[in-house]
């Protein structure tokens, strides 16, 4: 089966978040300011909710039935676009979605957007049979483990793990290469730890797994 890992970069809602906190006469800077701070007086962190999360870019590693293995960043000015792509190509390998913490993030995030903006979730993405958490098959409670740390912990290279404020700041200051780089960074690192995890586990040969690595 194919298998098909990605990973997400969000920013704030801008517009929701401005309605729902009566913050119409701010700027995005300034909404995403407020935000932050009163998500952090309410729960101690600034990471919003889900549904005020907006997709800029989905960072791919897609290997299909034949090994071959591709990556893309799926970036676009329009979420809809990105979402219906990426549906698209769900639906064409039919794979399974690997994702690091995805039952908490991911598939929150795109169910909410997919409705936000009238989207037909692909019927192979909703099936949750075909996902696969790799933080949660290698822990025993719900805590997340940083993706970075394991990265460190087998030897790739991590990037430093980016806030949602410092995300923010980025998109604001229109250094877009700089947040799918990361991106692509994150989707590339869950393969690896992903191969890694199969050939501990008897799914796959050692000679499989340097090729595949």
């Not at 995805?102 to 996902?131: D, L, M």
């Not at 030897?155 to 290469?177: F, T």
Request: net charge negative; glycine share 4%; charged share 20%.
């Amino acid at each position: 089966m194919s298998t098909l890992i990605y990973s997400l970069i969000t920013i704030p809602d801008f517009a929701t978040g401005a309605k729902l906190h009566n913050l119409r006469s701010l700027d995005n800077s300034g909404t995403a300011k407020a935000l932050f701070h009163l998500q952090a007086q309410k729960t101690g962190n600034e990471s919003l909710p889900s549904y005020l999360q907006h997709i800029i870019a989905i960072s791919i590693v897609l290997s299909d039935q034949e090994g071959k293995i591709q990556t893309l960043t799926l970036k676009d000015d329009q979420e809809v676009d990105i979402l219906n792509t990426f549906f698209d190509i769900v639906e064409n390998y039919q794979p399974t979605l690997i994702t690091w913490d995805g039952e908490y993030f991911n598939s929150e995030v795109i169910n909410y957007r997919s409705i936000k903006q009238a989207v037909k979730i692909s019927p192979h993405y909703e099936n949750k049979t075909h996902h696969f958490n790799l933080n949660n098959a290698m822990v025993f409670s719900s805590a997340i483990t940083p993706l970075e740390d394991i990265a460190i912990l087998l030897g790739l290279e991590a990037q430093e793990n980016k806030s949602s404020r410092v995300i923010c700041e980025h998109y604001l200051a229109k250094e877009y290469d700089t947040l799918y780089d990361y991106n692509e960074s994150n989707a590339l690192n869950i393969y690896q730890i992903y191969l890694r995890y199969q050939l501990s586990h008897g799914v796959m040969l050692k000679k499989a797994y340097l090729c595949e690595g």
